[in-house]
């Protein structure tokens, strides 16, 4: 499975060693820290503290300093005795997504952990800016561009329309009303097809794609004729071609450049309008 599929689909289920290992200390008056997730790590960078980020989680891979940063390991195993050594003065987690059991293991370590929480889109300048008051640093100017953005984006008057998430072809994976992604759509006057599910992501069938009738699909890959959906020319979406193809890592991860798949998504939106 590729890279990116991969980190997609624990994302998803969760919502549902460096070559150096010798510890790099930052300003005394920055406090030192750890991050146990790729999205927490850009959260670090855009919260001003990179200086101090003594170790990241395994594909961290933006911005592209992070490939000075030592790696500690993935969401599935942790170097612990790197941490011990590192002895960072806060390790952040993902909470939801890093397994319980690792956090008491940290806890045990007498390590000081710090939850970060994001279930909806402002929540992602509330955890740069707890980020940035826990290591005493100063977000960069990117925050305020980002809520600014946001709501100028959502002020606008957009033609409602249905549409589904769909993250993978096979299973079709997709997410309900009440993760991110699908707030991320409705500022672009997009509503999600699959809101009511149970759960906040699930597989679902083609049959219940078709009888949803979709009018955009919004996908991170560009669907090909292999693509089970796309042989259903009664999808409203596939008949008008109306397929939106946002980079992975700007829409599945939540943090600042979530704002480029949003643009880039409205974008596509107000083509779509321009036709009709």
């Given amino acids: 499975m590729p890279k990116s599929l991969f980190l997609i689909a624990f994302w998803l289920l969760s919502w549902t ?3 150096d290992t010798e510890p790099t200390f930052a300003s005394a008056t920055i406090k030192t820290s750890v991050s146990l997730s790729p999205h927490i790590t850009e959260l670090v960078y855009s919260a001003g503290g990179q200086d ?3 170790g990241v989680s395994a594909y961290s891979d933006y911005p592209a300093s992070v490939a000075d940063k030592t790696v500690i390991g993935d969401a599935f195993h942790l170097n612990t005795e790197l941490l011990a050594q590192l002895q960072p003065e806060v390790v952040f987690y993902w909470a939801g997504g890093t397994p319980q059991q690792t956090v008491e293991k940290l806890k045990s370590m007498q390590l000081n952990v710090h939850a970060v929480t994001i279930n909806e889109l402002h929540d992602i300048a509330r955890a740069i800016q707890d980020i940035a008051d826990t290591l005493g640093t100063q977000p960069t100017a990117d925050l305020e561009h980002f809520a600014t953005r946001l709501q100028a984006l959502q002020n606008q008057t957009w033609s409602k329309q249905s549409a589904l998430i769909q ?110």
Avoid at 218 to 240: D, G, L
Avoid at 242 to 252: G, K, N, P, S, Y
Wanted: hydrophobic fraction near 45%; charge should be negative.
């Fill in 52 to 54: 101090g980020l003594l």
């Fill in 167 to 276: 993250i993978s072809d096979q299973p079709i994976y997709t997410v309900n009303g009440d993760h991110w992604m699908s707030e991320a759509i409705a500022v672009c006057g997009l509503n999600n097809v699959f809101a009511d599910l149970a759960t906040k992501s699930a597989a679902v069938t083609l049959e219940s794609v078709v009888l949803k009738k979709p009018e955009v699909i919004v996908r991170t890959q560009a669907m090909n004729e292999h693509s089970p959906v796309a042989q259903w020319a009664e999808i409203p979406a596939i008949k008008n071609q109306r397929i939106a193809v946002l980079e992975a890592d700007h829409f599945t991860r939540p943090t600042l450049r979530l704002l480029l798949a949003i643009e880039h998504l409205c974008q596509q939106v107000a083509a779509y309008e321009r036709v009709n």
């Fill in 17 to 19: 060693a460096s070559a």
